[in-house]
């Protein structure tokens, strides 16, 4: 049976299919259920809930003049010059289940960033054992922020989608000075971590138009060469071989990167709330706004060839255990073994929970219901939440909830659990 916690228990971790609860969280009961074999204690940490997070506003989805427009932001990283080919499409006004990234873990390091609010980030770095309080990042030209995403490779900037543009912010420490564009005053937005660490803003990336910066997407050594409009979400495929560009009526189109062609694709399912790829880009999972059922998107043949077959992933449990009629969020985690989701509405019950579902690729993707994670506070609601991509001991999924923590669950199984 599926793992159910209760009202009144909070999830503290996975182990071996079976979702752990406890009364309260308590980094005790976390060392006794994981810390001795991950070697690692993940204490959840506040963030500010003064200002109305992304995922609670209600934006209607229509072109207008007379409401904020959202941009959208491809960035790719190019290896001689990793800050200059930026695409800035057309403006769209987009609902707030569109997922976008608010939460991210560096690709290295045991570090953590997330949206504290309108205008300030949070990083909670776990390595830093003189300092537990997550540092603060904040800027005169970081407003109204949207989405984050660490660079890929070497996970030394921070970037950050805020109005007007994208703030690009560097580790600091004796031995490792970032330069800082010349123009933008090296004190603003510089916070002390401890250590000798500090975080400083390095650049400002403007948009053309001045319009707001709602998502970016990074991946590496693949140059742009298209101009792409009216977008809502964009996912770049592990290797760069693809990038999947989804619209707000349910249209989605895949690009091979190789000559810049595309696909189109539709949907009956309604808009499209999310979209994650396998660790090795062969296949993509789309959550859909009117539906219960996911879409896996699995490739005929090797890149760049755009042959592909769309196929149903039943998830019959949303349906028939929560009463949902719609998943909010997704999130595939790096092994491709674990896959994390929301979902609108539902039953009492289940209200504001996270369904976590074991993945096997057989070629085709058959998900199995592991149960179901429980935030902290009176009726918490997932506001956002994203895997550790490099994590070698397991799945681990960072949550921010509504009642103002961000948890983090390491999701064991026997794979992963070492003599």
């Known amino acids: 049976m599926p793992s159910l916690p209760q009202r009144g228990e909070v999830t503290i971790c996975e182990i071996n299919c079976d979702l752990i609860t406890a009364k309260n969280l308590s980094d005790d009961r976390a060392e006794e259920t994981y810390g001795g074999v991950l070697?690692?204690?993940f204490s959840p940490f506040p963030f500010?809930?003064?200002t109305v997070l992304p995922s609670e506003q209600e934006v209607e989805l229509e072109r207008s003049d007379t409401i904020p427009r959202s941009v959208f932001v491809a960035f790719k990283e190019i290896l001689s010059d990793p800050f200059k080919r930026i695409l800035f499409p057309s403006?769209?006004?987009?609902s707030a289940e569109v997922s976008?990234?608010?939460?991210?873990?560096h690709p290295h390091k045991h570090i953590v960033a997330c949206i504290s609010g309108s205008n300030q980030v949070l990083i909670r770095d776990y390595d830093n054992s003189e300092r537990k309080d997550p540092c603060i990042l904040t800027s005169e030209a970081q407003r109204e922020i949207k989405s984050l995403e660490w660079r890929p490779n070497s996970g030394?900037?921070?970037?950050?989608?805020?109005?007007?543009?994208?703030?690009?912010?560097?580790?600091?420490?004796?031995?490792n000075v970032p330069s800082v564009r010349s123009g933008l005053a090296s004190s603003v937005g510089t916070v002390s971590c401890g250590s000798g660490i500090r975080w400083i803003l390095v650049d400002f990336l403007g948009s053309p138009t001045g319009e707001h910066i709602s998502?970016?997407?990074?991946s590496a050594g693949t140059p742009v060469r298209r101009g792409l409009g009216a977008i809502s979400i964009l996912k770049w495929s592990p290797t760069g071989d693809y990038l999947l560009t989804t619209m707000s009526d349910g249209t989605f189109y895949l690009w091979e990167t190789n000559t810049w062609t595309s696909e189109p694709w539709s949907?009956?399912?309604g808009y499209i709330t999310g979209a994650a790829w396998d660790p090795i880009g062969r296949m993509a999972l789309l959550a859909f706004s009117e539906s219960n059922t996911l879409g896996s998107l699995h490739f005929a043949s090797r890149p760049p060839a755009l042959d592909a077959h769309l196929l149903p992933v039943e998830l019959p449990e949303i349906a028939s255990l929560t009463g949902s009629c719609g998943i909010e969020k997704i999130a595939w985690d790096a092994s491709g073994e674990r896959l994390a989701l929301s979902f609108r509405d539902g039953e009492e019950m289940y209200r504001g929970l996270i369904a976590v579902y074991d993945i096997k690729r057989?070629?085709?993707?058959?998900?199995?219901?592991?149960?179901?994670?429980?935030?902290?506070?009176?009726?918490?609601?997932?506001?956002?939440?994203?895997?550790?991509?490099?994590?070698?001991?397991?799945?681990?999924?960072?949550?921010?909830?509504?009642s103002g923590l961000c948890c983090t669950y390491p999701l064991i199984f026997r794979s992963h659990i070492l003599p």
């Open 362 to 402: 057989t070629p085709l993707i058959s998900p199995s219901l592991v149960g179901f994670i429980r935030g902290p506070g009176e009726y918490p609601k997932p506001l956002a939440f994203s895997f550790h991509s490099k994590f070698k001991q397991g799945p681990l999924l960072s949550v921010c909830w509504s």
């Open 267 to 269: 949907s009956t399912g």
């Open 100 to 105: 976008s990234e608010r939460v991210n873990w």
């Open 156 to 175: 030394k900037t921070l970037c950050v989608a805020c109005k007007g543009g994208i703030c690009l912010w560097s580790e600091s420490y004796p031995g």
């Open 39 to 41: 070697g690692f204690v």
């Open 48 to 50: 500010r809930t003064d």
């Open 215 to 218: 998502a970016i997407s990074c």
């Open 91 to 94: 403006a769209l006004n987009l």
